[in-house]
């Protein structure tokens, strides 16, 4: 994917995550961002080679949930 599509696919795919993340885990929207932009999981998605981008938010959610819980994340392989 070039970088411009891949630019203006992220911020909708982040979108998604935190309003899932806000609903899933009924913490601030504040929280969320700061959680989120500081986790592992932020730096995959943001590089389009991971292609951590092609997951559901269903599975980024998991992913971002498994971090927070543990500090860890493991990328599932497709």
């Known amino acids: 994917m070039n970088k411009e599509k891949f ?4 911020p909708l ?4 995550l935190i ?7 009924e913490i601030t929207e504040e929280e969320v961002f700061s959680r989120l932009y500081e986790s592992r999981l932020y730096l995959y998605l943001e590089e389009e080679a ?9 599975k980024l ?4 949930d498994e971090e927070m819980n ?6 599932p392989e497709y």
């Open 50 to 58: 991971t292609k951590v981008w092609h997951y559901s938010v269903e």
């Open 70 to 75: 543990t500090g860890k994340i493991e990328l």
């Open 7 to 10: 630019d203006a696919l992220l």
């Open 61 to 64: 959610f998991q992913l971002f």
């Open 13 to 16: 795919i982040v979108t998604a």
């Open 19 to 25: 309003k899932k993340i806000i609903e899933r885990k």
